[in-house]
Every structure is written in C-alpha cells, then in structure tokens.
C-alpha cells in the first residue's frame, strides 16, 4: 500500500487477542482498573471519548506511544486548505510551559527519546519511541502538548515559512502532479481532493486565531486515541494516559463526509507540469467495505510487487526502454483511489496507457490463478507484517486502523487477507477498476 502524509521529523507482528474495552466514567484522580482476558491489547475508553489501547510486549525495552487525532485534511473546510498539517506543526514545535526544555521535542529527546508526527488525509499522528523509565513522562507530556498547546504568531510565521519549502518539494514531484490531477478530477472540493499539507499559496492566509479555533475543535476527546505498545505494563499505561489526557475535552466527532459517493471520470486529461509520467486513476473502496479493501491489497501484489508481477513483466516487454512503473493505493475512510503510473521512456504515452489497460482488462475477463492469487496475498501480508515489526510498527499499525475505523481491523489483517481468492479480485477489478472506465491522466504536458 501507497500514501501520502505530511511529516514533521525530530532528530504486525501477529497481535492474535481477545479484548474487553473497558469504559472509564470519568478522566480524574480516579484510578481505573482495566480487566483483560488476554496480555496481548488491552483497551479502554476514557470519561472523554478517548480510547487507549495498550499492546504490552517485553522482549525489547522499548515503548512506543502514538497520539491519533482524527480528521486530518479530509475535515477541512474549503477555506482551511493545510491547516490540519498547520496544527501539527504548531503543537509539535510550540512551547509547552513548565517543562523543563520548552518544547515537545527536546523534551522528549532530553529523555533519550525520539518523537516525530505527521498529517494525512484521514488523520494527524504524534510518534514517540522510549525507553520504559521514560515511558509515563513522555506521555505525560504529549498529553500536556496537545491538550495545552501555546500558539505563538512568530512561530507560526516561522512554521509556514518551514511548510512553504516542504510543500514546493513535494510538489516538485511528478508522480504527486499526476496524482493531484487526478483526485482534483475525482472529488471536485470533497474531503481527498487536496494534498494532505494544502498548497503553498493557501498557507499565509492563516492567522494564530484559525490556528487556534482549528485545534479547539478538533483535538477533543471524540476525535482521539492514545496506542501504546512495547515494554511497559497494560495497567500503567492505561493510567498513565488517563492523567497526562484528563484535560482534553469530550468535543464532538468531526467526520469527514462526501455528498455522494465519488465516480471515477472516464476522461483523459493532463497534469500542468512534471515529468511526462502516464496513470490510470480509478476511485477504490473505503474502509467501510473491508474486504473489497484487502482485495484490494491482494490486487496490488499482482500488480506491482516483485520481479514476476504482472506490470513488471509486461510492461517492459511492450515498451523497450520503459523508465519507473508503480502502483499505489491506500487504505482511507472514505472511499480513496487506486492508481498505475508508467514512465513510457521512448514509447508514446498512447501505447504507455495501452498496455496499462490490457494488463487489467486481463484480470477483468479472464481472472487471476489461485497461485498468483495466493502469491498477491503473501505479498500484502508480508507488506504489513514489516510495517509492524517492531513494537513503533505495532503501536503504528494499531493507530491507522483506529483512525480511519477500528484498531481491530490491525489485529485481524492477517487472517482476513489470507481468505482473498480469485472471485474476489476479479470481483473488484469489475466493480471498481475496469479499464474502460479509467480517468487517464498524462503529466508534463504530454500530448
């Protein structure tokens, strides 16, 4: 799987359980006992909507915090282009009083510890890996960050000057020109349309007060989740996020809607600029029809993952000289997009989206075998296996899932994706990417 997020640096392994969410009545003093059936997760749901969900392991002394704020660029309102990234940024570098270095951080670093955050469509992630004795003052001061954060109007220039070069070079990227062309094409002004960091002529317009209403808004209990995986026990992780977050209000759920479902546009069309790269767009399913999802995934694998995928093969075999190939797609709240992109070399970018066609129009009318299919769905489960093979990918995994849906989609990724078979991926090659009804896009102004 492929994606875009916009991140500020500093600086699966198989969760088979049995959970029991336990409701907290009340963020205070109040200690809460989390029963569990199972040492593997343990999840609890705070007085203020937020929930926790603790992965204690101990065979490496490592703790792994993640703080989800749901949304992301996808609750933003027309005229709130980055400011979701705009946030993150302001709380990740802002000052926190009474700490001992004054910023999130050194705060974190003076600890031995290392933090980095970063802004997507669906959500904004605050990552923070640590020693065990570290573990209950860095989240303690993540909650004291996002709940109290100070908003300065000089830092805030600074950041966007910051968000202004970040911005210019991930535009300068061909491949995210084609793609901006296309979810533009897709979703008009709906919630996936723009780049998760905005654009750079939107960000000056944004003053301390926008900055401030966004956070007040969004950074509420409803919105939230704290994971936590690695070295630490389940009890004190749950009251350890239970005081540092006891701050944050309940608020009430921003949820990023679509006022139909998107179409894809059979249309051919031309990225402004960029390198003559060609793709075909198609819009995929969202996280509320799962198992197309990992179809999804499985078709993915078949496509473009090792030596003997299909676009490896084929597409150098039909276009001598072929320059990159690759395929993305993403797993979104809402309904996202699948897309194959090709760099033609000497070939017209015609015969580029030609063969990219007959390889799905292959799948379309004559299917996969069960070895390609099981082989498609290896590679997707070793894809996410390695995103989470240290307790960082497992508290990261947990945390994607939560925002778009449910950390239990995590858990049981490994098992579902396995069950895909052949009916499955033809089944969504027809319903969502036959190659007839492609949006065709040609960057660099190819003609």
Known sequence: MAGEMMSTNRSHL???ALLVAVTLAVVSPVRVEAHVLSEDVMVAELGNGIRVVVSPAHDVPVVSVVAVVRGGSSVEGRDQRGLAHIVEHMVFQGPIEGTPTGMLPQTIEALGGEIRAETSADASRYIATIAPDGAAEAIATL???????VFDAQRLRTELDIMEKELDEVYASPIVALRNTATQAIYGDGPYAQSAGGGPEALPQYTIHDVAAFHQTHYVGANMAVIVAGDIDGQAAVDAVSEAFADIPLGAPTVP??????ATPVDTITAPHG???????????????MRDVLATDVL????????????????PRALPGVGGLGAGFLTQRLPGHLYLWVDPGQASPQAAIGVLKTILADIRDNGVSVEECQQGARTALLLHAMG???????AESLAFYEAIDSYELAISY????????????????????DPDRALVVIGGGAP
């Open 14 to 16: 198989h969760v088979a």
């Open 257 to 262: 809607s679509l006022s139909a479902d998107p």
């Open 275 to 289: 390198a003559p790269l060609v793709g075909l767009f198609f819009v995929a399913p969202g996280i509320s029809a």
């Open 300 to 315: 993915l694998g078949i496509l473009d993952h090792g030596s003997a995928s299909r676009m490896r093969t084929q597409l």
């Open 143 to 149: 909650g004291f960050a996002l709940s109290a954060p």
């Open 414 to 433: 490994e098992d579902e994706v396995l069950t895909i078979g052949p009916d499955d991926i033809r089944r969504v090659v027809l319903r969502y990417f």
């Open 388 to 394: 989470a093979d240290t307790y960082t990918g497992q």
